[in-house]
């Protein structure tokens, strides 16, 4: 995966993230609605085929970086404890 940002202003950031699908993006925007200072997340892919996903996160308070932080711990939290829970039962 590679990241590009395109902006980054105080409240507000706008990436690329290379390679990636739906997947990882819709993971993160849903994230990041469960934090207080999240006031957009949201992505798009313009085509399927020849475009990369761009997401855009826009906070109320601090830096969106830290947001976007504070969601990928979280969602690394939920993922250790999927596998966790999976892994008891298989």
Not at 24 to 53: F, Q
Request: glycine share 2%; aromatic share 6%.
């Amino acid at each position: 995966m590679e990241i590009k940002v395109l902006k980054h202003e105080k409240n507000k950031i706008e990436f690329e993230l290379i390679g990636e699908s739906h997947t990882l993006c819709n993971s993160v925007r849903k994230e990041l609605w469960n934090l207080d200072e999240t006031d957009v997340s949201a992505y798009k892919v313009d085509h399927s085929l020849i475009s990369e996903p761009t997401m855009l996160v826009e906070t109320n308070k601090g830096d969106p970086v830290n947001a976007i932080l504070k969601a990928n711990d979280s969602l690394k939290k939920k993922i250790k404890e999927f596998k966790d829970e999976f892994n008891k039962k298989v």
